[in-house]
């Protein structure tokens, strides 16, 4: 069998995530939709890379995850796993794919690892799509689960607002995250939920809990990369801690080039043929 990757990168799996947990050190997880954007957050050392559905939102300029389809989602993950040597790679199957219908869950994971070279697949949702999971993971295809604020399903809850703050709805969502344990998920990823709730989740199930708006006391954290960046300015919820400002630094340089294009100081001598 012929190995592509240099030998010094070790891959992350799993099972590295799982033995992350256990000795207690922290995942770190971004979003990428594309080449480019992907070997610059693989080669700074993520652990995973999500290609999330909110590619519809930050990509294609969607009002919602909702409208992106199972296509454009595979041509978003083949572009990111080109880009990445050592990051676990997880794509969200898309809204319509996998709710309901067991045999299309199958079929969407199955496409979306052979026709973009994922590891992983995520699904929203706990044990209305218990079924669907399971098929899944017949074919050995990873399943990362998501709880809490889920996007697929905004239109039902009809707010971002924080999720499970009641006891009914905290109560379901730990149920939850043990069904999609014993299930078989590998991992769980808590969206906008109440700190303490999301401690207890992290602290009664096995697997790797990864939070966004969830606290620091889960296993690790997720944000979009055009947030953490500050390439969108205006989504600002309380969990969003912005390391950059490339809105701004990205404006100014485009308008310097015009500048210069309009001044004809560009292109000069020495930058001519």
């Given amino acids: 069998m012929s190995v592509h990757q240099s030998s010094n990168i070790k891959r992350i799996t799993t099972h590295t995530l799982q033995e992350m947990k256990s000795r207690g050190e922290k995942i770190s997880m971004l979003t990428a ?137 905290a109560n379901k969502l730990l149920e939850d995250a043990k069904i999609l344990e014993e299930t078989g998920c590998f991992a769980l990823v808590l969206e906008k939920i109440p700190a303490k709730l999301a401690k207890k989740v992290a602290e009664t199930v096995s697997i790797p809990v990864i939070g966004i708006g969830a606290g620091g006391d889960v296993d690790g954290q997720v944000l979009v990369v055009h947030d953490m960046l500050g390439i969108t300015q205006e989504f600002k919820p309380r969990f969003l801690r912005q390391y950059a400002d490339l809105q701004n630094i990205m404006t100014k340089a485009v308008q310097d080039y015009i500048s210069d294009v309009k001044s004809k100081d560009f292109p000069n001598e020495s930058e001519s043929y």
Avoid: C, W
Wanted: glycine content about 10%; cysteine-free.
């Fill in 33 to 169: 939709y594309d080449f480019s954007m992907a070997a610059i957050v693989d080669g700074a050392g993520i652990d995973i890379i999500l290609v999330g559905d909110s590619a519809s939102n930050v990509m294609a300029g969607h009002e919602t995850t909702l409208p992106i389809t199972m296509d454009q989602m595979i041509y978003h993950a083949s572009s990111v796993v080109r880009g990445v040597k050592r990051a676990f790679v997880v794509v969200d199957i898309p809204f319509g794919s996998y709710q309901g219908n067991s045999s299309e869950a199958l079929r969407s994971a199955i496409r979306i690892m052979k026709e973009s070279g994922a590891h992983a697949v995520k699904v929203e949702g706990g044990s209305e799509i218990k079924e669907s999971i399971t098929r899944i993971l017949s074919a050995g295809v990873p399943v990362m689960g998501h709880l809490g604020l889920t996007p697929q399903s905004i239109y039902k809850f009809g707010t971002y607002t924080v999720r499970a703050k009641e006891e009914e709805e």
